[in-house]
């Protein structure tokens, strides 16, 4: 069953906007992470942030983490075309494998 | 580094038919792991493995499904009397020791259809 759920399931935007998608999920977590992906093949990791930690960032990338809400969201500031790609979020607990969410859909417009 | 690879790409064969997935996972990852994706989809869980220990088999959809590691090296997806519904993109990622979740790199995935 899926643990993570993105919202929202697709978005769309202008180049240079600011695109944000969120994540809630079920149980405690260890982490939680976020994948990248492209026309359907592999995933690409981006970030993860810990249960302990609030926000992380990487480049243009801005991840939170509210384990009290069980929430979490990716925000990728100066959108470029390049972006536009699949989302996922995923959830690692103590002696499972990674549980994933069914993805934000981004489309970057020029 | 090489990265996770997977073969074959695509692979196209008529229900009925047994087919056999390959996933080379980057050296020194004891825990590996294969998703299904429909199209369109999210990843599905399938099963992981993590070391000498037994795998978690707990995301397979039905007996038609089973997978073996060698060590830690090469994984084989066997889905045996293919069904249309199994068309998919089938994913193998390996990580290091699974221990709360760790990062997982993927392979480009092989993309199956049954006609």
């Known amino acids: 069953s899926q643990q993570g759920e993105e919202d929202p399931q697709a978005l769309s935007i202008q180049e240079g906007e600011n695109a944000t998608m969120n994540c809630s999920y079920k149980?405690?977590?260890?982490?939680l992470q976020w994948y990248r992906q492209n026309s359907g093949r592999g995933l690409v990791h981006l970030i993860l942030i810990r249960s302990n930690e609030r926000e992380k960032h990487s480049g243009r990338l801005r991840v939170t983490l509210d384990t009290s809400k069980k929430s979490s969201s990716l925000l990728i500031t100066a959108s470029r075309a390049a972006d536009t790609a699949s989302y996922f979020c995923?959830?690692?607990?103590?002696?499972?494998?990674?549980?994933f969410g069914k993805g934000t859909t981004l489309s970057v417009s020029s | 580094g090489a990265g996770v690879s997977q073969s074959p790409s695509n692979k196209v064969t008529e229900k009925g038919k047994d087919v056999e997935l390959r996933c080379d996972p980057i050296?020194?990852?004891?825990?590996l792991y294969w998703y299904r994706q429909r199209l369109g989809q999210g990843l599905e869980f399938l099963i992981y493995?993590?070391?000498?220990?037994?795998?978690?088999k707990s995301g397979l959809p039905s007996d038609r499904f089973s997978a073996e590691r060698t060590g830690e090296s090469v994984s084989t997806l066997t889905i045996q009397r293919t069904q249309q519904e199994d068309s998919a993109v089938y994913l193998c990622a390996s990580s290091l020791p699974l221990a709360g979740g760790r990062e997982q790199y993927f392979g480009p995935g092989t993309r199956l259809t049954v006609t």
């Open positions: 995923a959830t690692g607990q103590a002696g499972t494998a990674l549980i």
């Open positions: 050296s020194g990852h004891t825990a």
């Open positions: 493995f993590q070391g000498n220990s037994a795998p978690d």
């Open positions: 149980t405690s977590i260890n982490n």
